[in-house]
């Protein structure tokens, strides 16, 4: 769906947004016809799913704090795959290499699947990606989950710990978010949340976002807003310091 926010301010007209959409290609682009934050309202959070640091099962290290050691011993011998220049996986893996202090080659593919069966065939030692995605490779054993990039441990990987608890403030998330215009009636922006906020926790909703590895967070208006402005401001602050520009 093509963002507009010269869309009618009437609530009949609705945008699901990503993170993908709304804070990292503005963190990428100075010319995106669109500010996130000033031309949309948001209404609400409709799910939200990590990513997970994997490595090649050959790979020794068995755990996060192995990993960092083994990478800081061998700056630029090891490569990570993602989805793309530019792409969530891209800013999540030089986030970690920020904040880790290490140094990794980055090794783009054209979209998820390559990028992991990169890291399952063993051409790369490292990736990013989603539980859905990864955890057929993880049972079978062909990855090695090693920490989840949420602030929470992840139900359908049991003992894997978060890259929060050994990088602080460590977080990389997709998420989808239900937005209209900018300037819709504050009437009209409180019942949408109110139809929303039912419509989130029916059974059948949760179950399908379950399956579909994302989480519903429950969130107020407030926390939401901060939710966004803090995933935005992360993705400028790591574009920047990485210089990855895209035209």
Partial sequence: MTADPAAPHDGYTVLIGTGSQMSVLPAL?????????????????????????????SVPPKTLPELIALLRANPGKFNYSTSGFGSLPHLAGEMFKQMAKVDMTHVPYPGNSPA??????????????????????????????????????????????????????????????????AGTPAAIVQRLREVTDQAIQRPQFRKTAQTGGFDVPRLSPEEMVRFLRNDAARWRDVAKSANIVVE
Avoid: M
């Fill in 29 to 57: 682009k100075s010319n995106t016809p669109f500010d996130a934050e000033r031309d949309f309202t948001a209404i609400s959070l409709l799910g939200t799913t990590p990513y997970v640091l994997l490595v090649n099962s």
């Fill in 116 to 181: 992991t069966t990169a890291a399952v065939s063993g051409v790369v030692e490292v990736t990013f990606d989603t539980p859905i995605s990864s955890l057929p490779h993880v049972q079978a054993g062909t990855l090695r989950a090693l920490a989840a990039a949420t602030a929470h441990p992840v139900d359908a990987l049991p003992g894997v710990p978060t890259i929060d608890s050994v990088l602080p403030g460590f977080l990389a998330e997709s998420w989808l978010c239900l937005y209209v215009a």
